[in-house]
């Protein structure tokens, strides 16, 4: 419709001008929904501070250039992420109210949490992918071991004796640790501590002979010299650690453990509207610029279609439901 076809419609019969006027109250009037016409809220589902946070701030304003509109970041932390998910399934599906999370908050919540309010496979979206934070493994320095095949071979001869530290119960440093053991025939015992942070200061000192988790939590500990990084769960070495193998080069292969991030959407959201926010998110990591913050951040910038996207929640739904269940971890 066009303002100059506007007075043709004094000449329409009263029902169908009733008609024209349901019309444009709906997502499918063209003259009213042109998809952006306002700014766009992109909910965070930790603190300000964080990885998650980090990431939605540097991909904010290339964004926002790229809708045309802001990009809204406003952080709703609490409850694993739930909280953030929850507002997002009851916001009204029209491209306005979007959400960034990760691989726990979408694929793995509904295997360790009860009465969510919401189901995350199909309240909510997959839209487009963001980044990867690739799980690390790492020993303290005073261990023997000097590479992941070595420590594993000392993890089988003291079945029991090793300590591996997570940021707490069922996050991905836990499963992926969970994980390394199933494949590998190994016996660990579980450490939780309130955060990656802290299980990384007690692996510099020894008190756990493990840690699966992101470089974010480790730079530290590399930099001094006290954790000893053996092995990077990605396809590729980081830029970060280019000397540091991938679990294949390392003697593990298959083993696929990374913590992705991207943004899901209400249920019923248009898939034009999809498409544009996925193509926006994604032509942001065509300025080097944005992927060298994300490089310096131990961040893979990733890019999926938002079929692609979706597929990999479901898959990743079912990996990671087995691993719970091997672990014994049960809904709280």
Request: aromatic fraction near 6%; glycine fraction near 10%; include cysteine.
């Amino acid at each position: 419709m066009s303002i100059a076809t506007v007075p043709v419609a004094r000449h329409l019969p009263v029902h169908h001008l009733a008609a024209l006027a349901l019309a444009c109250a709906t997502s499918t009037c063209a003259f009213a929904q042109q998809y952006p016409n306002k700014p766009v809220r992109l909910l965070v589902t930790a603190a300000a501070g964080g990885i998650t946070d980090i990431m939605a701030r540097i991909v904010a304003e290339p964004v926002s250039r790229n809708l045309g509109q802001p990009l809204i970041v406003e952080n709703r932390p609490g409850a694993g992420g739930n909280i953030a998910v929850g507002m997002t399934a009851k916001s009204l599906p029209d491209g306005y109210t979007i959400v960034i999370v990760n691989v726990g908050s979408a694929a793995i919540v509904r295997w360790i949490s009860k009465d969510l309010g919401f189901d995350p496979m199909t309240d909510v979206v997959g839209v487009a992918p963001v980044g990867e934070v690739p799980s690390i493994a790492a020993i303290p320095d005073t261990l023997p071991a000097k590479n992941l095949r070595e420590f594993i071979d000392y993890a089988r001869t003291n079945p029991g004796k090793v300590n591996y530290g997570s940021a707490g119960t069922a996050t991905m440093p836990h499963l992926a640790a969970v994980m390394l053991g199933n494949m590998t025939g190994t016996a660990m015992v579980h450490v939780p501590y309130k955060g990656g942070g802290p299980a990384a200061v007690d692996l510099a000192a020894g008190r756990i002979q493990l840690g699966l988790l992101g470089i974010g939590s480790l730079q530290a500990q590399f930099a001094s010299g006290q954790v000893r990084p053996l092995a990077v769960a990605a396809k590729q070495r980081l830029v970060a650690l280019p000397s540091v193998p991938t679990f294949d080069e390392a003697g593990v292969p298959g083993y696929d453990v990374t913590n992705w991030f991207g943004i899901q959407a209400p249920k019923g959201t248009p898939k034009d509207i999809l498409q544009t926010i996925n193509s926006s998110f994604g032509r942001a990591f065509d300025n080097p610029a944005v992927v060298q913050r994300f490089t310096d951040a131990g961040i893979l910038p990733m890019r999926e279609s938002v079929e692609d996207f979706q597929k990999r929640i479901v898959s990743d739904d079912t990996k990671w439901r087995d691993v719970v269940k091997s672990a014994g971890i049960k809904a709280d």
